[in-house]
């Protein structure tokens, strides 16, 4: 049993139990005594109530039936392709387990799995067709972009294509992503330079090629071509005069090797887009 409970991340179901010779008294037992808590109808934690994040997943896989695989938002933030958890598991899993508060359960034809971090997950299509429908237009850009940047991730986006053929559910939106596509947000360090990859692309501009190294040095928005990089200055950074001085010093060290550097603050290209864009303009001609 340890071993089912160490491979589960401290889940394990009540058919488990009953596999390895434990009698319902027994199991009735263990919950009365605080040696296992349920979390779903037939799922418990042992030895604690809190499970760590794999375990939960584990967890809402085992109530969902044998065959589950994680789906949709959270088969993606499983992968590292979004950063934040998702507010409820998704599930893809034969049989007819019921969604409950928490826990979205859905029932396709098929359900092909693979193993990502020792947890079961459906293949990366068939999670981007399911988030679809919650992710916005930029937001599965972002998502292509950083699953085509992973290189621990097997995707390409002529399997993605071939995966779509037939007409599934989300594919419309799926393929409008691709279309789209920007490899440039995968590269981006938080949000506020996405945002500018996306400014530049809405006024028509070169896309900048984000965090690329200079020496010790690596600029948030880098034109080679044009030797031009753009400093983003967050809401809280570069305020202190150490903060300045440590910016004057890289600036100094690439203007001495032929790029222009200018600045933006978050407020600029947050409510100042088309005076940013113009900038931006000026310099690349």
Known sequence: MAEIVGRQFGAIARWQLLEVGVTDAQISGLLRAGRIFRIWPGVYAWGRPDLPPAGRLVAALLYAGRGAGLTGLTNLWWRGLLHREPDAVHIDAPGFSRSRTGLVVRH?????????????????S???????TDLDHDSLRLVLGRAEYDQRLAFSLAELEADLRGGPAGCRAVRAAMGAHLPQLARCANGFERDFV???ERFGLPI???????????PDMTWEDKKLIVELDGKD????????????????????????VIRFTWAQVQFRQEWVAAVVRRHLT
């Open 198 to 200: 996306l400014l530049c």
């Open 108 to 124: 396709p034809p098929k359900t092909r799995r693979t193993m990502h971090k020792d947890v079961p997950v459906v293949p990366l």
């Open 237 to 260: 950074a570069h305020r202190t005069p150490a903060q300045r001085m440590k910016d004057a010093k890289r600036q100094k060290w690439l203007e001495a090797r032929g790029y222009t």
């Open 126 to 132: 068939r999670a981007l067709l399911v988030a679809s």
């Open 208 to 218: 900048p090629e984000p965090n690329v190294r200079k020496g010790r040095f690596i």
